[in-house]
């Protein structure tokens, strides 16, 4: 069971819409509407910005919005602030009781 | 406003045994699901394993079985991950979350995290 695969890095000027992608196979990302996102701030625990493939939890800003096709899920953060450079993670089901982390991805606002 | 609050930090040698806690307030223990997710220093986020508090069943992360147990005391609203035979590779801050989505995918709210270092 392999971890899906995020980019290491993407960036974007405030303002901006910058999008990270979370890929992994038909056993997990593709089989059920089940991937979640985190945000993570330096020293930080993880903070849940999207579950269920596109729902946003109450006080997270819809800035924030998740879509999947096929094998690949995406986090999309709109109007780019200072505030939304921290490192993002996917995280799916996998079955049998298993869940799977992507690799993470470092959003950097220029 | 639930709460899951994790003990302190431990220094552990190479063979060790590592039992950390994670008390849980503000809900009620077995109406939720506990995953267990460790991040090693400077890498991504790892999920080891989960737990049902309602009845202590378990599973977990196939690289980690055999060394890994996570049970609970439902009088103390604590579930506790113990890792034996601890090398190096498992220094790394370990986390606890509730799956509000009811093995939904929805990790909320998270533990402070615990550091773990597996030194000589």
């Known amino acids: 069971q392999s971890a899906p695969t995020q980019p290491a890095s993407v960036s974007g000027s405030p303002g901006q819409s910058i999008t990270i992608s979370c890929t992994g196979t038909s056993s997990d990302v593709g089989n059920y509407n089940l991937v979640s996102w985190y945000q993570q701030h330096p020293g930080k625990a993880p903070k849940l910005m999207i579950h269920e493939d596109t729902k946003r939890p109450s006080g997270v800003s819809n800035r924030f919005s998740g879509s999947k096709s096929g094998n690949t899920a995406s986090l999309t953060i709109s109007g780019l602030q200072a505030e939304d450079e921290a490192d993002y993670y996917c995280?799916?089901?996998?079955?049998?009781?298993?869940?799977?982390f992507g690799g993470g991805t470092k959003v950097t606002v220029l | 406003q639930a709460q899951l609050v994790q003990s302190g930090a431990e220094v552990k040698r190479p063979g060790a045994s590592v039992k950390v806690s994670c008390k849980a307030s503000g809900y009620i223990l077995t109406s939720y699901f506990i995953h267990w997710v460790r991040q090693a220093p400077g890498q991504g986020l790892e999920w080891m394993g989960i737990i049902n508090p309602d009845g202590g069943s378990t599973n977990y992360a196939q690289k980690l079985q055999g060394r890994l147990t996570m049970t609970r005391d439902t009088s103390t609203s604590t579930v506790y991950m113990e890792l034996s035979r601890l090398r190096s590779e498992d220094t790394a801050v370990y986390y606890c979350?509730?799956?509000?989505?009811?093995?939904?995918?929805?990790?909320?709210?998270w533990g402070q995290g615990t550091l773990v270092t597996v030194s000589s």
């Open positions: 979350t509730r799956d509000s989505g009811s093995g939904r995918s929805r990790f909320d709210p």
């Open positions: 995280c799916s089901f996998a079955g049998s009781s298993t869940w799977v």
